[in-house]
């Protein structure tokens, strides 16, 4: 097992009914990394962090989070996620931004035990990190897409993870503010020190800024840094893609169609 | 009227009473309305009615237990009802509502029940339907006492959870606390404040005491703290004017405390717009 790898994953596979949706998986997170994991829709990617963040029961294989299989893993505010469903919340709710990063310590806290000044720092940090500190008292619902995906990293990140897990955080983020939502990313994982696992369906907008790059189609295609990657063509990575899709018909001759 | 608490037992009682519920119902509602449970509050209350028929029906058939206050009996249905929709609501995973009218038709049904069986209304009855002013005694007093100390002591000491779960359920559940245990204790709460205040505001008005006063707070509040407080000053002044009024003019105080309610979401979302277009 390698030391300075905050997730590993080892052999996994993973199927709904009779539908592989992962097989025999290998990959792994370094500490430090910028990983961007990549995919098409209905490439198993969410189905992988499902197992990840255990969501989802591992069968085939073994995930180890910090060194430690997932099973016996207890510290789970060292890993911050921010879904892609947090666009979706209800708006309505009358939360300011100062309480809903403050949530994020729940676990972290434990059972009755409330803030005191060392968390109210921590949560003021966590929302300045996101460059989000001049709207601490405003409620929730008053921001745009991106602002409220900001307040949910910081809320991510206010226990001090050493991983922050990101599934398609852009999906409500206008297309002008992208970029510079990257660039906080940048920052958390170079500044801050946080690693980086970010999924998504797009590699071109994430190229210039993650460390790492994972390519994933029910299987692993490609597994590697960035530099690695860049010496891929376009033809590689159609490849690629294109060959998976092909080695899903051939797994499948007893169904029609898959998907 | 303050010569006149101060005269009467039984207003003592009422008032008081009264200000314990207008200070637990909102506070308690503002999660309920937050997470979108309204109506489950409308199912507990009917589920309620027909253990108050039931303990009102059995302390008059059988003499032995003539002492039962049906208030208790009341609790322990609406305690019973709350397990029921948490259980049919796993049972209809895509159709959760589906447990409220289940329960709340149930509940009406087994009341009605009971009330036949007791011989029809009696005023004892129409007081729990539409609360009173006259009814409450000192036994009840204490039990409310009992019953919103615990409740304030356990949102004090669960608040962040209960936040948390009320603002993402998915988020509370995958960061690994304890969120089915508290969700669990949040509607015990909510079946016991509401066989609690149906001595003042009556069953069939208990959950607008839980949600118009957070209605109200929400349109104005900065924050989930604010709109706690906001609903339960909301809900205190409807109280206590709802609880004067039927007192001078001889109402059932449900009634006017509902109207006050209203009155004072009207004014809010009036003073709302005025505010915005000034």
Redesign the interface.
Known sequence: MNPSSVIEIKNVSYRYDRDNVLENIQLSVPKGAFLGLVGPNGSGKSTLLKLILGLLKVKEGEILLFGTPQKNFKNWDRIGFVSQKANSFNTGFPATVYEVVASGLTKKLGLFRLPGSKEKQAIKAAVAAVGMEQFLTRNIGELSGGQQQRVFIARAIVSKPDILILDEPTVGVDSKNVESFYEMLSYLNKKMGITLLLVTHDIGIISDKVTHVACLNKYLHFHGSMKQFETLNEDDLSALYGHGIHLLDHHHDHQEADI | MIEAIGQYEFLQNAFLTGMIIGVIAPLLGAFIV?R?LSLIADALSHVTLAGIAAGLYFGQTFTFLAWLNPMYSGMVFSVIGSLFIERLRTVYKHYQELAIPIILSGGIGIGVIFISLADGFNTDLFSYLFGSVSAVSREDLWLICIVSVVVMATVY?????L??L???E???K????PAKSIHFIFIILVALVIAASMRIVGVLLVSALMTLPVAAS?RM???????IAYSVLFGEIAVITGLISAFYLDLAPGGTIVVASILILLLVIAAKKFVKAG
């Open positions: 937050v979108r000491l669960l608040y962040k959870e936040f948390l009320s603002f993402d998915e988020h509370a995958a960061s690994g606390i929400m509040a900065k924050g989930f703290k604010q709109t």
